[in-house]
Antibody
Framework: QITLKESGPTLVKPTQTLTLTCTFS??????????VGWIRQPPGKALEWLAL???????RYSPSLKSRLTITKDTSKNQVVLTMTNMDPVDTATYYCAHSTNSGTNWFDPWGQGTLVTVSS | SYELTQPPSVSVSPGQTARITCSGD??????AYWYQQKPGQAPVLVIY???ERPSGIPERFSGSSSGTTVTLTISGVQAEDEADYYCQSADSSGTYEVFGGGTKLTVL
């Protein structure tokens, strides 16, 4: 059974850097075709894909947020970390991590429960 | 940047068929995926690779593709199917992923 759980601060100040950790079990990020993605959802709004890291350390980022995002993995700890710099109130959202399967294209299944991050001074 | 377009809302009566569309220029080249999200819950994958159904998803959920439009069909809609539905796919080069704006399915 695959499970994922997001952790990190619930409140950050504008201009600060957000660091979120996804801790997972039930799969290995060293297995070919496996990845972990990050997706966020502002309150009452749509899902927005942020980043994806593959088993081979290939990394993909949302073009609109690429300059602010960094995704890394620690295979030994079964963790993926996402950092987002220069946080703004518009970045207030629930942040999800999800297991990804790459078979030419990527899909996300299952997802973590999500963690709400509020950006406010 | 690449966008996927969904209708904001769809309404059907119980037992009827609901069809939710998703349009995007790269859909003839890239597979589409569908997620169901109920209030306060994380999204759940209901269709992958345009028309494949994950284990545990009821048979009333199906997907299809035609040109630049993919469609999620829910046959014999039940009250428990009321939720937001999102399509997801990639840009034409497969460089990044995109979600549609979501469709709220209301069961009357």
């Amino acid at each position: 059974q695959i499970t994922l759980k997001e952790s990190g601060p619930t409140l950050v100040k504008p201009t600060q850097t957000l660091t979120l950790t996804c801790t997972f079990s039930g799969f290995s990020l060293s297995t070919s075709g496996v990845g972990v993605g990050w997706i966020r959802q502002p309150p009452g709004k749509a899902l927005e894909w942020l980043a994806l890291i593959y088993w081979n350390d290939d990394k993909r980022y949302s073009p609109s947020l690429k300059s602010r995002l960094t995704i890394t993995k620690d295979t030994s700890k079964n963790q993926v970390v996402l950092t987002m710099t220069n946080m703004d109130p518009v970045d207030t959202a629930t942040y999800y991590c999800a297991h990804s399967t790459n078979s030419g294209t990527n899909w996300f299944d299952p997802w973590g429960q999500g963690t709400l991050v509020t950006v406010s001074s | 940047s690449y966008e996927l377009t969904q209708p904001p809302s769809v309404s059907v009566s119980p037992g009827q068929t609901a069809r939710i569309t998703c349009s995007g220029d790269a859909l003839p080249k890239q597979y589409a995926y569908w997620y169901q999200q109920k209030p306060g819950q994380a999204p759940v994958l209901v269709i992958y690779k345009d028309s494949e159904r994950p284990s545990g998803i009821p048979e009333r959920f199906s997907g299809s593709s035609s040109g630049t439009t993919v469609t999620l069909t829910i046959s014999g809609v039940q009250a428990e199917d009321e939720a937001d539905y999102y399509c997801q796919s990639a840009d034409s080069s497969g460089t990044y992923e995109v979600f549609g704006g979501g469709t709220k399915l209301t069961v009357l």
